[in-house]
């Protein structure tokens, strides 16, 4: 299995590919989170946007226990929150020099319509974000690499499609802008802090244009286009604009 991110966590140099290969092969035990920081995150994110419902268990593991939590939509927010616990439980390999916590948890916000059952999650059109969440949240430690702001990372080499209901095919990592920034960064036991980082999923020619023009460049267009961070999986591209009606009848 191939990786392929690009990014350093700053303003993201256009045209830097990282590629990775697995460090070590088969089954490894997972790491358990430090004591008390699973407790401390869900405390977190209970005081500054609301407790979650419902926690989905990981059965079997493998590097780290990863576990999905889920804050249903409600009151002023119309869509619903899923937030890892798990990622956390080991450091990434953060580069030296690079300003960065090495502890992150990953996020990922759903519209309100979202079925979020176990029976409609066997359909892939409704579980590819979950299995987004999951995926990358072992990358850093399958690779033994990190995760940043304004990384983005391909679903395969080349990338494809999440599943048959979206065209979108890769993730750009940024902090959340529909919730309360400081819910993004959780202070721990032993005066670290956990940085949680929301999943954009983006087109591939959205991923070309930051490789060509830097992150900051693809946030601005992103920012144009007035999408937020609520995964909207028919989106059109924000760097390719829509062909042009046809004329009918000589009229538009």
């Known amino acids: 299995m191939l990786a392929s991110m690009s990014g350093d966590g700053s ?5 830097k590919v990282l590629r990775h290969t697995p460090q070590g092969t088969g089954w490894r035990p997972p790491a358990q989170a430090p004591e008390g920081w699973v407790e401390a995150i869900e405390e977190h994110i209970a005081e500054h946007v609301a407790p979650a419902e419902t926690v989905f268990h990981e059965l079997v593991s493998d590097l780290v226990h990863l576990d999905v939590h889920m804050v249903p939509a409600g009151g002023d927010r119309d869509f619903h929150l899923l937030f890892t616990t798990g990622v956390s439980s080991l450091p990434m390999s953060v580069p030296e ?21 176990q029976q ?23 690779y033994q690499t ?16 999440y599943a048959s209901n979206t065209s979108l095919s890769g993730m750009l990592l940024l902090p959340w802008v529909s919730l309360p920034p400081e819910a993004s960064q959780v202070p721990v036991p032993g005066g670290h802090t956990v940085d949680i980082l ?8 959205e991923m070309e244009f930051k490789l060509r023009h830097g992150g900051q460049a693809l946030f601005r267009k992103l920012a144009d286009a007035e999408l937020n961070d609520v995964l909207d999986p028919a989106r059109p591209s924000a760097v390719t604009p829509p062909p042009p009606r046809k004329r009918r009848f000589g009229i538009f």
């Open 11 to 15: 303003d993201d140099p256009a045209g």
């Open 198 to 205: 929301t999943l954009i999923p983006i087109h591939t020619d």
């Open 97 to 117: 020099g690079v300003e960065s916590t090495p502890y992150v948890e990953l996020a990922v916000l759903l519209p309100a319509s979202w079925p979020l059952t």
């Open 146 to 161: 990190w995760l940043g702001s304004l990384h983005t990372i391909p679903n395969g080499d080349p990338a494809a499609p």
């Open 120 to 142: 409609a999650w066997s359909d892939e059109r409704w579980y590819w974000p979950v299995r987004a969440l999951k995926a990358l949240g072992r990358l850093p430690h399958e």
